[in-house]
T-cell receptor
Framework: DSGVTQTPKHLITATGQRVTLRCSPR?????VYWYQQSLDQGLQFLIQ???????AKGNILERFSAQQFPDLHSELNLSSLELGDSALYFC????????????FGQGTRLTVV | AQKVTQAQTEISVVEKEDVTLDCVYE???????LFWYKQPPSGELVFLIR??????QNEISGRYSWNFQKSTSSFNFTITASQVVDSAVYFC???????????FGKGITLSVRP
């Protein structure tokens, strides 16, 4: 158990819909990262938050947004969903500093039908 | 620019064989960090080890060992007496800069057959 909790574990929704994925980081971790893993794209970094502020942005679509709340949990919002958004979405957390490993949650498997 | 090369894409071994997963990291940065992660068929991403660029100490943890050599830019991972449960995708992942993200490549798919 990594200590990072993601909910829900599975999500099936229709095209055009909006969903919210939730992540609770490990206790004491200030950084939260979101990744998308699909068969064709591999593991893609989406966005990072550090103590409530956006720190780095990757290949995140405009239809996607995220935020980190004062209690440090984070949410990833995916809207106007398309079939191609079907993927495994991971959240990871780490303490501050570049020399620290990130611990990943079990992921949310999103299926868009 | 930095570059991680995991030249092996797929490795298949028979249980109890030793197997080494290669990772070569090229960068002009003098300070960097390398991580190994494992993703078994169940899907979760598991952190295995971190190594700093200024620490060339090799490490052994049970059946796992890591050999980091800055001179050759290699950070190789060896599994001794492999088991079926070692079947997974293994990622060698670099990180530089403050609070920077981990950038994953395609990894190495290891299949251990009984």
């Amino acid at each position: 158990d990594s200590g990072v909790t993601q909910t829900p574990k599975h999500l099936i929704t229709a095209t055009g819909q909006r969903v919210t994925l939730r992540c609770s980081p490990r206790s004491g971790d200030l950084s939260v990262y979101w990744y998308q893993q699909s068969l064709d794209q591999g593991l893609q970094f989406l966005i990072q938050y550090y103590n409530g502020e956006e720190r780095a942005k990757g290949n995140i679509l405009e239809r996607f947004s995220a935020q980190q709340f004062p209690d440090l949990h984070s949410e990833l919002n995916l809207s106007s969903l398309e079939l191609g958004d079907s993927a495994l979405y991971f959240c990871a957390s780490s303490v501050a500093g570049p020399n620290t490993e990130a611990f990943f949650g079990q992921g949310t498997r999103l299926t868009v039908v | 620019a930095q570059k991680v090369t995991q030249a092996q894409t797929e490795i298949s071994v028979v249980e109890k064989e030793d197997v080494t997963l290669d990772c070569v990291y090229e960068t002009r940065d003098t300070t960097y960090y390398l991580f190994w992660y494992k993703q078994p068929p169940s899907g979760e991403l598991v952190f295995l080890i971190r190594r700093n660029s200024f620490d060339e100490q090799n490490e052994i943890s049970g059946r796992y060992s890591w050999n980091f050599q800055k001179s050759t830019s290699s950070f190789n991972f060896t599994i001794t007496a492999s088991q079926v449960v070692d079947s997974a995708v293994y990622f060698c992942v670099p990180k530089t800069g403050a609070n920077s993200k981990l950038t994953f490549g395609k990894g190495i798919t290891l299949s251990v057959r009984p």
